[in-house]
């Protein structure tokens, strides 16, 4: 099992090339299923979560190859057929995201039986809506043995209204809807960029869809799909964490092959906060000179400040002056990562779905311990930040989404080592 070990207190300076998100490769190996054709996607980040999706399409049969590109992996996946069409326990454990193959499997084989997804470290995470939609859709859905089976000779369009807004669930119906008989409507859907770049590829591979990225989805249902070439968008959330390393250690961070356009709300909490930022075309540049100020938080949905970067803020929080209050409005259970900063010295409280951060308090090294992946990064930052050592157990929970941390951050001048341990 590998560790990180981070000594603290240098200011950052230097250069990171960001990869392609991971929670936009995911969707779109999945949307592989949709055609026999071959699909090509580009700019794929080298990161756990990948592996884990591709030996799930090796599990149904399906071909994926990979390709080591300057910029990422370039990943070849054709589904001429499949040998199974169950997504097994033993990998949606180790990935809640494999319920992605749930709505092009129904779509496009007529039946599909993955493991239900448990809850983790940040919720219970039903799937409720992913399976409500199906069945709206004309699906027959049940539950046994801890799976899930969903059949349809051909899935019918229709209006699906999500209660929650949800991303994967909504990149679910889009895919299931694309192949159905029929126009669907999907009403309150989110509007991450990830889901716009999944539209982009499956109109690239032929589907009739409007108002991805909005919260009304229109897809006209088409008789088939074909093969497409794509590039994968730049990780918002990686390029955000980098931002706030050099807000917390008071250093330069040029951050290239970013989209700003992806990360307003990102970037305007951060000048909130302190963290002098200018952004460019395809590249953000952003400096910590020390003298951040305490400002409030809450997550919500694309566009809103993502939940995803919740705990990276919290760290940079712990050294502004004054008190920020965090409210976290998307899942229950989103503060683990609170008890490990304040191992290392931090002064929050929680309170619910509220945290209260008092800074600035002086950060010192500790051996922590990495749990999901966010608040794993949330300690990579504080441990930059922190006099002396800090040693983070359990790295695998960092690689499922980013790409060698430690290498992009060590060449921007952060003392921090990977180690066996
Ligand atoms: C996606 O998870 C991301 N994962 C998460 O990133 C991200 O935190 C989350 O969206 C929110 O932005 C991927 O894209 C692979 P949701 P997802 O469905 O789709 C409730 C990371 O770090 N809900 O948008 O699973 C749910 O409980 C990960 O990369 C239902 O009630 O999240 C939550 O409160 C962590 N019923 C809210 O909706 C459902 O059927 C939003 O969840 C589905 C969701």
């Known amino acids: 099992m590998d560790r990180f070990v981070i000594e603290g207190g240098t200011p950052l300076e230097g250069t990171v090339s960001v990869s392609g998100a991971k929670n936009a490769a995911l969707p779109a190996m999945a949307g592989a299923l949709l055609t026999a054709d071959g699909v090509v996607l580009r700019n794929v980040p080298r990161v756990r979560d990948i592996g884990t999706m591709r030996s799930l399409l090796d599990e149904l049969g399906v071909d994926s190859s990979v390709t080591h590109e300057d ?11 499949l040998l199974s069409s169950e997504a097994p326990y033993e990998l949606v454990k180790q990935m809640r995201a494999s319920i992605l193959v749930l ?37 027959a859905v049940s539950l046994d043995h801890g799976y899930i089976h969903a059949k349809a000779p051909r899935l019918q369009g229709g209006v699906f209204y999500f209660d929650t807004i949800s991303v994967t669930g909504t990149e679910n119906l889009m895919m299931a809807a694309v192949l159905a008989d029929g126009e669907t409507l999907l009403e309150n859907a989110a509007r991450e960029p990830e889901i716009q770049d999944l539209a982009d590829l499956l109109i690239k591979m032929g589907a009739s869809i409007e108002g991805s990225g909005t919260s009304r989805i229109r897809i006209c249902g088409v008789p088939s799909l074909h093969g497409a070439e794509h590039s994968i968008i730049p990780d918002r959330i990686e390029a955000g964490t980098f931002l706030a390393a050099a807000g917390i250690t008071r250093g330069h961070v040029v951050v290239e092959r970013a989209e700003p356009r992806h990360m307003t709300a990102v970037i305007a909490k951060l000048v909130e906060l302190g963290v002098r930022v200018e952004s460019a075309d395809g590249r953000i540049e952003a400096w910590g000179d020390g003298s951040l100020r305490a400002a409030d938080a809450a997550t919500q949905e694309y566009p809103g400040f993502p939940t995803d970067m919740q705990a990276q803020y919290m760290a940079l929080a712990t050294q502004a002056e004054g008190s920020s209050v965090i409210t ?29 951060v008092r800074g600035k308090t002086p950060l010192s090294g500790a051996p922590v311990q990495a749990s999901d992946l966010r608040a794993s990064a949330s300690l990579v930052l ?38 066996q341990v």
């Open 103 to 139: 709505g092009p499997l129904v779509a496009r084989f007529g039946e599909a039986h993955v493991s239900m997804p448990g809850g983790c470290a940040i919720g219970a995470r039903p799937v409720n809506l992913h399976l409500k939609g199906l069945e709206r859709l004309g699906a």
């Open 71 to 81: 910029f990422g992996n370039k990943v070849e996946i054709h589904a001429r057929q």
């Open 382 to 419: 504080a441990g930059l930040a922190a006099t002396g050592e800090t040693t983070i157990d359990r790295a695998y929970h960092i690689d499922r989404g980013y790409e060698r941390i430690e290498e992009k951050l060590a060449k921007a001048a952060a003392r921090i080592r990977r180690v």
């Open 328 to 356: 976290e409005s998307i899942f229950e259970n989103r503060y683990v990562h609170a008890l490990e900063l304040m191992r290392m010295g931090a002064d929050i409280r929680v309170e619910g779905r509220r945290a209260v």
